[in-house]
Every structure is written in C-alpha cells, then in structure tokens.
C-alpha cells in the first residue's frame, strides 16, 4: 500500500467549508482541535448544555446542538459511539444530509453494516487516525502526526479524496503518513484486532498468566509485575522496532524461552478461533449481537464491567500502582 503525505494532500479544498464534528469525547475533541488549529471552520455539534458543549466552548469551538451543527456544515464528521449512532443519525442529522454534502466517519461500523444508510448523491468518506485522540493532540502540538487511514465509500462530486486527503492533513496525519483502504478493511480489522489481540486477546492472556502464578502459590504483587507492569515495557520495543528488535533487547534466556514456548501457549486452536471470530464479523453476526446487547440496556456489559473490577489483578494492581504516584 502506497504512504501519502503532505506533497498528496492540498488543505485549501476546504476553503469556504465547515466542518461539523459531531461528537465531542476523545476522538471528537482531539479532531476538532486540530482542525480548528488548522484554520478550518469548524463547528461542534453536541448535545446543548451538557458537559462536552460547554468543555467544548472553554476550548474555543463554535458549538451547536447536533441539528443546528449538521445543517450548517458541508462536511459531517460523526465522531459520536458507534452503537448510538443510528438512533442520532435519525433524529438529528439525516435531514441535512443533502446531495451536495460529504459524511464523515472515523470507523465504518454504521456504514459497513447498514445501521446508516445515507441518499444517494452524498459522499461517503473516512478519515481514520490510528491512535487515541490525546495522543493524536499531543503529537500535533509537537508539530508532527500520527499514521491514519482514509476511505472513499462513495465520490459523487468527484471530490472525495481530496476531501478526506485535506482533512488528514490539517489534522498532520499526512506528516507521519496516510493509507488508503476500503470501508471494509478498515471495519473488519479494526473489529478483530480489537477483540482478538489488542483488547479481548490481551487482557484474557494477562489474567491468564496472573492468575496461573498466584493459584501456584507465587505473590500476586510479583505476578502482577511479571504479567501486566512489563508488558508496556515489552510493548514498547516491539512498537519501536518490531518483534524482532524485542528479541533483540531482552536476554538469550527470555528470548529462548519465547521462541519454543510462546508457540505452545498461542497454538494452532487460538488461530483457529480466531478465524471463527473474523467471519462472525464479517458476516455481521458480532454486530448483530453487540447492538442487541447494547437495546438490552448493556446488562451484560455492565455486569462483565463489575466483574472484571472485582478480579485480583485489578485489586492489587491498584495498590501497587498508588506506589508509584509522584
């Protein structure tokens, strides 16, 4: 896949148009922020008299109800949570959405699975950093940016690209640099990363180990150290130079270690699952199940949340990170 950077990228296609982020969390204010920076007319579309419209005011931002806000901009960037998205959609913005208009997403799950469907005429594009939104800020007031995708799901006026293309770069993602993908892929393997490795895969594989040391009969405050407290650490070589500079850094011991054991642990059957898990979501069964969840109120959400807070790692893990409190 071809990098884009700045020399790809031309800002002044968003001369004489508004943006209207939709949305004001971490993503929404991060982007916003940057954008405004940026000289780009931007207006914030939250919801009125709630916290986010006045944090929103403090930051210096035209703010308006997510109505007013998507009527006025020719750009609509959603940056609100997937699973209300729908539902506001209707109520609040679907009546500006009009042929010479472009929505805006930074994640295609409403769009891939069909829970916005929006006119024909519209373009459809996504501006994708890939990173959280303090860091994407932090790195911008350095004067740099962070990697982000892009995606055209649908160019009506021709325009969509360069769109997406001058969003990016006034955010300076197209600094560090910008790919460009499909709603699908970036959908798809958002979702199982998420769920397989960065997320699910991870904290499974964290308690896993913690808790295999501590039933063993070893100090949980140790087990704690071995199994969470390092893998930032580990994490961090691997970000800087890939698995092979880890390997590299840590001892012949560790690395030996890793290299015949590892395999044993990560075997054929997690990847087998893990198929299993792409193709539920690609066929949308996860979505499907997930929006269930969340019109049942998230019980079961909210009680895997309470669970988890209870688990020993959490507890200790608690204790010895206020030891570390400056």
Known sequence: MKLLHDKD?????LKGKTIA???????????AQMLHD??????????AGGPSAKLAKKDGLKVATISEAAKKGDIIHILIPDEIQKEVYAKEIAQHVTPDKTLSFSHGFSIIFKRIVPPKGVNIIMVAPKCPG???????????????LICIERNEDGNAKKIALAMAKAMFFTKAGVLEGT???????????????????MAELIKAGFE????AGYPPELAYFECLHETKL???LIYEGGIAKMYDVVSNTAEWGGRTVGPKIIDAGVKKRMKTALKDIETGKFAKGW??????????MKKLRAEEKKHPIEIVGAKIRKLFEK
Do not use: H, W
Not at 212 to 215: A, D, I, N, S
């Open 234 to 236: 580990i994490m961090d």
């Open 134 to 148: 303090t860091e994407e800020r932090k790195c911008y007031l350095q004067g740099f940016g962070v990697p982000a």
């Open 183 to 201: 709603f699908g892929q970036e959908t798809y393997e958002d979702l199982f990363g998420e769920q397989t490795v960065l997320c699910g895969g």
């Open 9 to 13: 990228a031309d800002v002044s296609v």
């Open 291 to 300: 929006m269930a969840e969340y019109a049942n109120g998230m019980k079961q």
């Open 21 to 31: 982020v939709i949305g004001y969390g971490a993503q929404g204010r991060a982007q």
């Open 212 to 215: 295999t040391l501590t039933e």
């Open 38 to 47: 940026s000289k780009v007319d931007v207006i914030v579309g939250v919801r």
